[in-house]
């Protein structure tokens, strides 16, 4: 009897699993607007975020679900009816422009637009459709809304880009799920000169006596007391209309070998960056230059730091200076 009612029920899961309904994605409205999302049998999923329904395209809010209308949303004017009134942004040129180590493109998306979606957004892998059908096999650049950053993306044969590390073309996707040249290969100008990229070393003229470390690995260097001012000598690949000349001031603790940020405000001073002018060594939030600095940093265990750096990204170069 029990085998028989066993099998019974079993039969009847198999029953009712086969003749399950299948349910509709469909619009759905209440006092505060319209949604979009199926039943599942048991409650709602709602879509958020940018949607192709019915050959138009919509955008959801990723929280509440409804959908978005009369707004410009990355860059795409939403229309009464919420739908994109098909208006392409207008396109920001490459600021890679003329850089050498970008990769061939066919495709330039605004980042969240309508033509992109997220494959997997642990991830950060993309999708990306046209005319109705995913990209494959090419790489395509993605700019920001105002035009402030780009990078590049490259779709594989399944339709998905490529994953962080994952390498195609010798083009690596970096950490943020982009292929960026300037990172590495610098932005270059008109001048056919470029910033500074990842690797780059700088020569300065300073009166060194004595290269240490300290004991997180920090490397800094002791100058004879009569040097008061530093300059770097020309590097005729980097283009200095991009840099900035930045000084701060860190401190050291000679009981554990250490050194750390002394300026609390987290302040420093910036100043247009030339190639062989000649900088008064400074800190923050003081006025002594010369050798009344010199003996203030030699009296408190001051050190200066000197840093030379791209104006739109921050990457650069540094030197730590310090007087006994």
């Not at 860059?75 to 009816?81: F, V």
């Not at 997220?118 to 109705?132: Q, S």
């Not at 195609?168 to 990172?183: L, V």
């Amino acid at each position: 009897m029990k085998k028989k009612i066993l099998v019974s029920v079993i039969a009847g899961l198999i029953a009712a699993t086969m003749s399950m309904t299948a349910y509709a994605a469909d619009w759905i409205q209440d006092s505060n607007g319209w949604k979009y999302g199926e039943y599942n049998g048991y409650f709602m999923n709602y879509v958020g975020g940018w949607e192709e329904i019915d050959g138009k395209w919509y955008c959801f809010d990723h929280i509440s679900g409804y959908m978005q209308h009369d707004i410009v949303v990355d860059g795409y004017t939403l229309g009464s009816d919420g739908a994109w009134d098909g208006n392409v942004p207008v396109i920001p040129e490459d600021p890679n422009k003329g850089n050498p180590y970008v990769p061939q493109y066919t495709y330039s998306f605004l980042s969240g637009g309508p033509n992109t979606e997220y494959a997997d957004i642990l991830t950060l892998t993309r999708k990306f459709k046209v005319n109705g059908s995913y990209l494959k096999n090419q790489w395509v650049r993605i700019y920001s809304n105002e035009g402030k950053w780009n990078g590049y993306v490259y779709v594989g044969n399944d339709g998905v880009t490529i994953k962080v590390g994952e390498s195609h073309d010798g083009f690596t996707i970096d950490e943020t799920g982009y292929y960026r040249p300037e990172i590495y290969h610098g932005t270059y100008k008109e001048n056919g000169k470029r910033t500074l990229q990842v690797g780059d070393t700088l020569s300065d003229s300073a009166d060194v006596l004595e290269e240490r470390i300290d004991t997180n690995g920090n490397t800094y260097y002791l100058l004879s007391s009569d040097t008061t001012a530093v300059s770097f000598n020309e590097n005729s690949e980097i283009d200095a209309n991009s840099l900035v000349i930045g000084f701060s001031a860190f401190k050291y603790n000679p009981d554990t070998n250490t050194i750390y940020p002394f300026s609390n405000d987290g302040t420093a001073i910036y100043e247009d960056f030339e190639f062989e002018k000649s900088y008064d060594l400074k800190i923050p939030n003081t006025e002594l230059r010369g050798t009344a600095l010199v003996e203030y940093c030699k009296q408190n265990n001051i050190l200066i730091l000197v840093s030379i750096s791209n104006r739109d990204n921050g990457i650069g170069v540094s030197f730590l200076y310090c007087y006994e």
